[in-house]
């Protein structure tokens, strides 16, 4: 089955420097790639996904890569607020198998110093 | 985007007692539905699928005679933790993969989780 590794497990940078998350993933197959942004005691809510046909999205401050040569894909966030401080998880699928399901990285604590 | 409504935020309840979660997908069908254990500073660990009209795949060594799931709709998945112990004390979330119109196949969207809380 799929595996994905993610690094760092935390990470601290001061307000206005950017971030950068990385990931990893083994199976070839896997097309579909989402960052979720998850707050203390609330659920994951999706901050940008890509598809394995593109290599670059972006949406403001939030920036993804994917390599799929390399099978690894990188979470971007530019210009950091406190209010970006949370724990972000990646996640690897085949999405347009019916009934195919997410594989987590461990996840990453992002804090962002005022 | 799309929203999935998960009821109780939070529950507390003595050990041996049964606890129903319900996820409710509120504005789209939900033809498949995901249960998901979070422990504290952990990633989600899928406990279960569920497809609308069907029984529910488990992953490995989770117990389906202990965590009963209910698809009964396209828009409502219930997870019911039966007999109660502290040691199911965890953050339970779902979520909820719909075709939505304008989107791509396949968008899955989470839950806010219920915290159950076993004494």
């Known amino acids: 089955g799929e595996n994905v590794e993610q690094h760092p497990s935390t990470l601290s940078v001061q307000e206005g420097d950017s971030a950068v998350i990385k990931c990893t993933y083994s199976?070839?197959?896997?097309?579909?790639f989402p960052w979720y942004k998850q707050e203390l005691g609330k659920g994951p809510q999706l901050i940008i996904d890509?598809?394995?046909?593109?290599g670059e999205k972006k949406d403001q401050r939030i920036a993804v890569t994917l390599n799929k040569t390399a099978k690894h894909f990188s979470l971007h966030i530019t210009e950091t607020q406190p209010e970006d401080s949370a724990v972000y998880f990646c996640?690897?699928?085949?999405?347009?198998?019916?009934?195919?399901?997410?594989?987590f990285g461990e996840g990453t604590q992002l804090t962002v110093n005022p | 985007g799309a929203v999935v409504s998960q009821h109780p935020s939070r529950v507390i309840c003595k050990s041996g007692t049964s606890v129903k979660i319900e996820c409710r997908s509120l504005?789209?069908?939900?033809?498949?539905m995901f249960w998901y254990r979070q422990f504290p500073k952990k990633s989600l660990m899928l406990m279960a699928t569920?497809?609308?009209?069907?029984?529910?795949?488990?992953e490995q060594g989770v117990e389906k005679d202990k965590f009963l799931i209910n698809h009964a709709s396209l828009t409502l998945s219930t997870l019911t933790v039966t007999s109660a112990h502290p040691e199911d004390s965890s953050f339970y979330i779902c979520?909820?993969?719909?075709?939505?119109?304008?989107?791509?196949?396949?968008?899955?969207?989470f839950g806010e989780g219920s915290r159950l809380t076993v004494l």
């Open positions: 979520s909820a993969r719909g075709q939505l119109s304008g989107r791509g196949i396949g968008e899955l969207f």
């Open positions: 199976d070839s197959a896997s097309n579909y």
């Open positions: 890509i598809r394995s046909n593109v």
């Open positions: 996640a690897a699928s085949i999405k347009e198998t019916s009934g195919s399901r997410l594989t």
């Open positions: 504005d789209f069908q939900a033809t498949t």
């Open positions: 569920s497809n609308e009209g069907s029984k529910a795949t488990y």
